[in-house]
T-cell receptor
Framework: SQTIHQWPATLVQPVGSPLSLECTVE??????LYWYRQAAGRGLQLLFY??????ISSEVPQNLSASRPQDRQFILSSKKLLLSDSGFYLC???????????FGDGTRLSIL | EDKVVQSPLSLVVHEGDTVTLNCSYE??????LLWYKQEKKAPTFLFML????IEKKSGRLSSILDKKELFSILNITATQTGDSAVYLC?????????FGAGTRLTVKP
C-alpha cells in the first residue's frame, strides 16, 4: 500500500532564516505531488504541484519554492522566511490524472 | 474566481444526532467533488462524487452531489464522539483542488 511521509512535524524558525520541508511517497511510481498551506480556521490553499521529476507548477506568487529531485520526493523551500509564512503545510499525492489526493501528516511551521 | 462555501462553519451536537453539512460552489467546470475529514493532522479521504444525484454511502456517512443546484451535502447519522473533526469539501479539476474553509463538527457525549 502507498504511504506518504512528511517531516519535521513541527518547526520553529526565526524570520529571515531558510526553510526546507521534505515529503516522500512510497508504494507508487510517477505520482502527482502537491504542497498546500492551511491557515488557522481556513481551507487548504494549493501552493505547488508536480506531475514529474523537475516539473513544478506554482499556483500563487510567494517567497517559497518547490523542487522534485526524485520521482517520489517533493521539497518545499525558502531562502528567507517571512512572518506570513507561518501555517500548517501539507504534502499530498495522487495517481496521475486522477483524484483523490492523499495527505501526509503535515508540518506546523511557526515563524518568530 | 471559483468559490467553495461550506456551511455551517461550526456545529455542536450530541451523540446519536444526525447532521447535514453543506458545500455550495460557483464553478464553471470541474471533474469531481471530494469530501475529507480532518482531525488533528492529515485530511483523510471520505468520498469522491462525479455524477449528480447518485448517493455514495460508507457506514453512517453518506453524500450526494446536485450539479443543477451547485451543492453537495454530507450526512452523518447516529453521530459518535469520534466524528468530531473538521469536514472539508473540495472541487477537483485536473491538478487543481479548491477547498472550502471547512465545517468544524463537535459531538458531545
Amino acid at each position: 500500500s502507498q504511504t506518504i511521509h512528511q517531516w519535521p512535524a513541527t518547526l520553529v524558525q526565526p524570520v529571515g532564516s531558510p526553510l526546507s520541508l521534505e515529503c516522500t511517497v512510497e508504494g507508487t511510481s510517477n505520482p502527482n505531488l502537491y504542497w498546500y498551506r492551511q491557515a488557522a480556521g481556513r481551507g487548504l490553499q494549493l501552493l505547488f504541484y508536480s506531475v514529474g521529476i523537475g516539473q513544478i507548477s506554482s499556483e500563487v506568487p510567494q517567497n517559497l519554492s518547490a523542487s522534485r529531485p526524485q520521482d517520489r520526493q517533493f521539497i518545499l523551500s525558502s531562502k528567507k522566511l517571512l512572518l506570513s509564512d507561518s501555517g500548517f503545510y501539507l504534502c499530498a499525492w495522487s495517481q496521475q490524472g486522477k483524484g483523490p489526493q492523499h495527505f501526509g501528516d503535515g508540518t506546523r511551521l511557526s515563524i518568530l | 474566481e471559483d468559490k467553495v462555501v461550506q456551511s455551517p462553519l461550526s456545529l455542536v451536537v450530541h451523540e446519536g444526532d444526525t447532521v447535514t453539512l453543506n458545500c455550495s460552489y460557483e464553478v464553471t467546470n470541474f471533474r469531481s467533488l471530494l469530501w475529507y475529514k480532518q482531525e488533528k493532522k492529515a485530511p483523510t479521504f471520505l468520498f469522491m462524487l462525479t455524477s449528480s444525484g447518485i448517493e455514495k454511502k460508507s457506514g453512517r456517512l453518506s453524500s450526494i452531489l446536485d450539479k443543477k443546484e451547485l451543492f453537495s451535502i454530507l450526512n452523518i447519522t447516529a453521530t459518535q464522539t469520534g466524528d468530531s473533526a473538521v469536514y472539508l469539501c473540495a472541487l477537483y479539476n485536473n491538478n487543481d483542488m479548491r477547498f472550502g474553509a471547512g465545517t468544524r463538527l463537535t459531538v458531545k457525549p
